[in-house]
């Protein structure tokens, strides 16, 4: 019985989450504020927030400041695409392309061949954005797979700023 009813208490928990973060104003929200909220939700909420409009929205948001967190002084001459392949309700595609100083980003797979492509599913996407996840840890536990460049992969968050929580 106690089993039940904690079920039904996450759900409903999950619901008011979902209900305050559909209202929410993304484009409003700093990173570090975002990396506290993504920090105060289990994997478990976040999956069940990952879904729909919300997460269209988020993923949105999220690649879209993506080109104004690129740090291009630490890119230097660097020039690679990287693909970002979030899996869950449905997989969601991103290509970030990193070529003379600039960061442009878009929605869905290009023409370029991939440097890198990440793999990963929408909880550990969050973290991960957030800096609420440390990366190599989360590729050796193939929370994220990586396929491509690993040093590529390794140097990721000297890129981009990147919250610190």
């Known amino acids: 019985m106690l089993e039940v009813d904690f079920r039904h208490e996450e ?78 309700e449905q997989e969601a595609v991103y290509e970030t392309t990193l070529a003379a100083g600039v960061c442009t980003v878009r929605e869905g797979t290009g023409p370029a061949e991939p440097r890198l492509t990440l793999r990963m599913g929408d909880a550990e996407f969050l973290r991960l954005v957030s800096g609420n996840g440390n990366p190599v840890t989360m590729v050796i536990t193939r929370k994220i797979k990586v396929s491509g460049d690993l040093g590529l992969a390794a140097n990721m968050n000297r890129y981009f700023d990147i919250p610190k929580v």
């Open 11 to 88: 759900s409903a928990v999950a619901r008011d989450v979902r209900s305050l973060l559909a209202e929410l104003d993304f484009a409003s929200v700093t990173p570090e504020e975002f990396a506290r909220i993504v920090k105060g939700l289990s994997s478990r909420e976040i999956t069940d927030l990952a879904r729909g409009e919300l997460r269209d929205r988020v993923l949105g948001e999220i690649f879209g400041r993506m080109e104004r967190q690129f740090r291009p002084e630490e890119a230097g001459e660097l020039r690679a695409v990287i693909r970002w392949r979030i899996t869950g």
